[in-house]
């Protein structure tokens, strides 16, 4: 008896489980189809290019021999890396002491050349008081 009962039970499961299995789908979620528009608008402006940049900088500034024992010649080179050439620039120098301060200042005559955008150079050379006291030197461009 005990045998005819464990095998309703598995029958009926089996009929309980197939049964769950027919209905499932009727139990799913209806599926809608949801078409939406959207507008862009694109607004399209000309706008102004950006200004021409001016970037110089002074590399390798050092002193160098002079044939007067008096004075001190300074060497350096204007490096262009803006995107225009730039002509007549003058380089003032600035001969300074350990602490900083300006000792002797002296600004060169404006360059003769023209130096090329996008990495162009040129040297320069100013003479400047020879003085024990100078422990270094800083350059600066002046455009005129």
């Known amino acids: 008896m005990k045998i005819i009962s464990q095998r309703k039970r598995q029958l009926a499961g089996l009929l309980l489980a197939s049964g769950a299995l ?3 789908p009727s139990c799913a979620g209806k599926r809608a189809t949801v078409v939406t528009t959207e ?3 694109i607004d399209e402006r000309t706008v102004a290019p950006a200004p021409a940049m001016i970037d110089i900088s002074i590399i390798n500034l050092h002193d160098a021999p002079s044939a007067d024992p008096a004075r001190e ?4 080179t204007i490096v262009n890396e803006g995107d225009r050439p730039v002509s007549s620039l003058a380089i003032r120098v600035n001969a300074l002491d350990r602490a ?3 000792l002797h200042s ?3 005559p404006p360059l003769a050349e023209t130096i090329d955008p996008f990495g ?3 040297r320069f050379e100013a003479l400047m008081p020879r003085d024990p006291a100078v422990a270094g030197y800083h ?3 002046i455009a005129r």
Do not use: D, F, S
């Not at 010649?73 to 350096?76: L, N, P, S, T």
């Open 139 to 141: 350059a600066v461009a």
């Open 22 to 24: 027919v209905l499932l």
């Open 106 to 108: 002296i600004t060169t």
């Open 73 to 76: 010649r300074v060497v350096g």
């Open 120 to 122: 162009g150079r040129a």
């Open 100 to 102: 900083g301060n300006v």
């Open 39 to 41: 507008t862009v608008t």
